[in-house]
T-cell receptor, first 114, second 118 residues
Framework: EAQVTQNPRYLITVTGKKLTVTCSQN?????MSWYRQDPGLGLRQIYY???????DKGDVPEGYKVSRKEKRNFPLILESPSPNQTSLYFC?????????????FGPGTRLTVL | AQKITQTQPGMFVQEKEAVTLDCTYD???????LFWYKQPSSGEMIFLIY??????QNATEGRYSLNFQKARKSANLVISASQLGDSAMYFC???????????????FGDGTTLTVKP
């Protein structure tokens, strides 16, 4: 089944404890992206990758890191999480970054930072 | 910079009636795509419909249609014959061409929560 998977689905952690949210897609998509969703603010783009080893900042990159060492995986790293990073996170992928390509979303990761 | 505006935080519609969800956008590029996604209370993001900036016809997908007015920079979603299962949050989104200034960037509106009344 074609899908985007994220792990973990739920995570409660404490301020400053490094964490990684994994994202993997099995559709051989070139493009992958991370978003955060907060009430009343829609989805905001954190980072995106147009291909392997190519990553770029979205609108809210502060406090996050990403890497794209292989096509299928695009992990999101929070080196020192803070309470303002409590949010619902989505990973998404699409065949390319083209304007016609719809994005396929993972199920989301709900992160709480205490 | 890209911007998507959804001015209706919440909407109500009676079952079996049609409803229009508003979306206006701002971009300086000529080549872009507009998308609508549905997010039910379970949280997943579901793609509904796509409209390209060069498409002359309004997009339709089953009960969903997109009222695209390029000069006004609006891309309103029309849901006909509303069903209880249509109750969800709806997001309008935009992507620009892969060779354009904002290639790779994707912008979403704040969303509209639709409630269908029986």
């Amino acid at each position: 089944e074609a899908q985007v998977t994220q792990n973990p689905r739920y995570l409660i952690t404490v301020t400053g404890k490094k964490l990684t949210v994994t994202c993997s897609q099995n559709m051989n998509h070139e493009y992958m992206s991370w978003y955060r969703q907060d009430p009343g603010l829609g989805l905001r783009q954190i980072y995106y990758s147009m291909n392997v080893e190519v990553t770029d900042k979205g609108d809210v990159p502060e406090g996050y890191k990403v890497s794209r060492k292989e096509k299928r995986n695009f992990p999101l790293i929070l080196e020192s999480p803070s309470p303002n990073q409590t949010s619902l996170y989505f990973c998404a992928s699409s065949p390319t970054s083209g304007r016609m390509d719809t994005q396929y979303f993972g199920p989301g990761t709900r992160l709480t930072v205490l | 910079a890209q911007k998507i505006t959804q001015t209706q935080p919440g909407m109500f519609v009676q079952e079996k009636e049609a409803v229009t969800l508003d979306c206006t956008y701002d971009t300086s590029d000529q080549s872009y795509g507009l998308f609508w996604y549905k997010q039910p209370s379970s949280g997943e993001m579901i793609f509904l419909i796509y409209q390209g900036s060069y498409d002359e016809q309004n997009a339709t997908e089953g009960r969903y249609s997109l009222n695209f007015q390029k000069a006004r920079k609006s891309a309103n979603l029309v849901i006909s014959a509303s069903q209880l299962g249509d109750s969800a949050m709806y997001f309008c989104a935009m992507r620009e061409g892969q060779f354009d200034t904002n290639a790779g960037k994707s912008t979403f509106g704040d969303g509209t929560t639709l409630t269908v009344k029986p």
